[in-house]
């Protein structure tokens, strides 16, 4: 079992920027690739990027690439969110997971799951 606590969210003008949090307990992480995922009401979840723990090697979706990046600490077993130049449409839940597969960009496909943390962008 892994536990996932997501933090950081909040507030923030377009143009900002948030640092999101995602602490993990209860395994090593070196086995999974860990996700960021995002939900606006009456959206379905939206994959945002994923970062193999082993290699730190880590993809982004579209819409957020040049703009988000993902970064994990081993020892602290976290991982991060960097969201740069935010803009309203970015305004979401976002959720982390964790996966055994190692391009998952699918939710189905993502074995654990935070309670989410709110991202709302003013304009």
């Known amino acids: 079992q892994v536990q996932l606590v997501e933090s950081g969210g909040g507030l923030v003008q377009a143009g900002g920027s948030l640092r999101l949090s995602c602490a993990a307990s209860?395994?090593?992480?070196?086995?999974?690739?860990m996700g960021w995922f995002r939900q606006a009401p009456g959206k379905e979840r939206e994959f945002v990027g994923r970062?193999?723990?082993?290699?730190?090697?880590?993809f982004y979706a579209d819409s957020v690439k040049g703009r988000f990046t993902i970064s994990r600490d081993n020892a602290e077993n976290t991982m991060y969110l960097q969201m740069n130049s935010l803009k309203p449409e970015d305004t979401a839940v976002y959720y982390c997971?964790?996966?055994?597969?190692?391009?998952?960009?699918?939710?189905?496909?993502?074995?654990?799951w935070g309670q989410g943390t709110q991202v709302t962008v003013s304009s």
């Open positions: 209860g395994r090593t992480l070196s086995g999974y690739t």
């Open positions: 970062i193999r723990w082993s290699t730190g090697n880590a």
């Open positions: 997971a964790a996966s055994n597969n190692y391009y998952p960009d699918q939710p189905r496909q993502y074995v654990y």
